[in-house]
C-alpha cells in the first residue's frame, strides 16, 4: 500500500513532552516582543569582528578590505554563556566563543513524535548536506562563520552591501544575516532561513513571512545568479512544501539539486527563535540521508549508540537543552581519577541496560565512560537527538508513521508550493 495511501490512525507510546513544549514556545513567543532589531544589528557586528580562526582559505575582494580588530580574551565565568551580553562575545575565545555563537542559531529538535496538525502548520523540505552557517554582508563585504564561530569564507556578493561597488550602498544600517548551509559538491549556499535583509530584521516574524520575503528579496538582489567578480559563491532557494500528503511526498522523495541530509519541518507561526526549539524538527532515514545514525571518526557506525553530555558541578551529566535534561551523574572520585572539569563535554556509550523512558521521559539511562570529545565542539548532544538516535536502533519513527498521522485527503488542502526555490 503507498504511504499517502494510509488511513489508519497513528499513536506511539509517549517518550518526550515534545507537543507541550511546542505549544509553550507558541506562548512565549507571543508575549516576547523584544529588542529584534538591536538583537540583529549585534548579531552581524560580532559575526564581522569574531576572532578570524580559519577553517578553509579566506577568498578576497579586488579591493582592500576592513580588517579585523585586535581582541584581547576577557575574563568571564564558564558558567551560562547565553548571558553573556552580545556586544561581548567579539572579546571571547575557545569553548566560550564556540557556545555563544552556536547558541544565536535556530537549532531545529529530533522529531521523536509527530506534531498535532503536520498537515495544517507545518512547511517541509530536503535540508542539504553541508555546513551549516550565517551569512553577514555589511560594509562592503561578506562573511559566513560556521555553527562553532569559525570563518568559513569571505568575499563579495550581490546580497545587501556585501560587495564594493560604485552602485553598492554605503549605509551602516544596510546590512543582511541569512542562515545558510554551505554545499560543497556545487560551491553554492542554500538559504534555509532569513533573519535580516537591508538592516531589517525578522526575529519576531512568522516563519511564513520570513519564507515569502526570502523568496521575493533573495532573487531581486542577484544572488541567485551565477558567480562573477563581484559576486564569489552562488545562492540558492530550497522548494518549501506545505507539509500535506503531497508536499511531504515530494520533499521525501523528489529530486534536488543538492545531496539530502533529511527532512526538515518548520511551524508557519515560529518565530526565529535562538537555540533549541522545537519549533523546528529534523528527520531522517536511510532513503533521505546518508548519516541516519552518528558515525565515529573512522565514519563507522559504532556497535552501540554514543551520546555526548556535559558535567555540571556536582557532577551531573545533562544535555544541551534550556533547561538541560539530567541523565546520569558522577561521583568526585571518578571526576578527579580521570582529570575531567566542570564544563567538559564527555562522550559515554549506551550499555546493555539502554534508555528506560516514564511519563515522556528518561527516567534512567546505562552509561559507559568513553572519553573527551574534541574540543572544538559547541554544545552536549540535545535531548531528543538522544531519544532520536536510540529509536532509529530499536523503534524508529518511519516515514510511514507521518503519513498516517493525517487524515484523509479530502480533509487537505492542495499541494499548493510555497516556491522558495
Known amino acids: ?12 507510546a509517549a517518550i518526550s513532552d515534545q507537543q507541550k513544549r511546542r505549544e509553550l514556545s507558541l506562548q512565549r513567543q507571543a508575549q516576547n516582543r523584544n529588542e529584534a532589531q538591536l538583537q540583529a544589528r549585534r548579531l552581524a557586528s560580532s559575526i564581522l569582528s569574531l576572532p578570524n580562526h580559519k577553517s578553509e582559505p579566506q577568498h578576497l575582494e579586488p579591493v582592500e578590505l576592513v580588517p579585523e580588530p585586535i581582541v584581547e580574551e576577557p575574563e568571564t565565568d564558564a558558567g551560562d554563556i547565553t548571558d553573556i551580553d552580545i556586544l561581548q562575545a567579539a572579546k571571547l575565545k575557545g569553548p566560550e566563543a564556540r557556545r555563544w555563537f552556536a547558541s544565536q542559531l535556530m537549532l531545529p ?30 560594509n562592503g563585504t561578506t562573511i ?18 556585501g560587495a564594493r561597488t560604485r552602485e553598492g550602498s554605503r549605509s551602516a544600517q544596510s546590512y543582511c544575516i541569512l542562515d545558510c548551509i554551505f554545499h560543497e559538491l556545487d560551491q553554492t549556499y542554500y538559504v534555509i532561513d532569513m533573519v535580516c535583509w537591508a538592516g531589517i530584521s525578522f526575529y519576531e516574524c512568522t516563519a511564513e513571512f520570513r519564507f515569502f520575503w526570502m523568496n521575493s528579496k533573495l532573487v531581486e538582489s542577484g544572488a541567485c545568479e551565477d ?22 511526498q515530494t520533499a521525501y522523495t523528489g529530486q534536488v539539486p543538492y545531496a539530502k541530509d533529511g527532512l526538515l519541518f518548520y511551524n508557519k507561526h515560529a ?64 571526576i578527579q581519577e580521570t582529570g575531567l572539569n566542570f564544563g ?33 565542539r559547541a554544545f552536549a548532544d540535545s535531548y531528543s537527538k538522544i531519544v532520536f538516535q536510540y529509536m532509529v536502533r530499536h523503534s524508529p519513527l518511519r516515514i510511514e508513521d507521518l503519513f498516517a498521522s493525517m487524515g484523509t485527503s479530502s480533509e487537505h488542502r492542495g499541494n499548493d508550493e510555497e516556491m522558495v526555490g
Open 271 to 334: 518565530h526565529y527563535q535562538t537555540g533549541n526549539t522545537p519549533l523546528a524538527l529534523v528527520w531522517k532515514d536511510e532513503t533521505c540521508s546518508e548519516y541516519v545514525i552518528d558515525t565515529d571518526n573512522k565514519g563507522q557506525i559504532p556497535n552501540q549508540q554514543q551520546v555526548v553530555l556535559e558535567i555540571q558541578e556536582n557532577g551531573e551529566l545533562v544535555t544541551s537543552d534550556d533547561p538541560p535534561v539530567l541523565l546520569g551523574c558522577l561521583n568526585a572520585g571518578f
Open 227 to 248: 558567480p562573477s567578480t563581484y559576486h564569489r559563491y552562488r545562492f540558492s532557494l530550497i522548494p518549501v512544501y506545505n507539509c500535506d500528503h503531497e508536499g511531504l
Open 109 to 138: 529538535e529530533w522529531m521523536i513524535d509527530v506534531p498535532d496538525r503536520l498537515d495544517h502548520d507545518w512547511y517541509v523540505f530536503a535540508r542539504p548536506s553541508g555546513k551549516r552557517c550565517f551569512v553577514v554582508s555589511s
Open 1 to 12: 500500500m503507498a504511504p499517502h495511501d494510509i488511513r489508519r490512525p497513528f499513536k506511539r
Open 144 to 161: 559566513s562563520r560556521l555553527r562553532n564561530g569559525s570563518l568559513l569564507h569571505r568575499f563579495p556578493s550581490s546580497l545587501p552591501n
Open 344 to 376: 567538559n563535554l564527555v562522550r559515554f556509550a549506551v550499555s546493555e541496560g539502554g534508555l528506560t523512558f516514564m511519563n515522556g521521559k528518561v527516567e534512567k539511562a546505562d552509561l559507559q565512560y568513553i572519553g573527551k570529545v574534541h574540543r572544538a
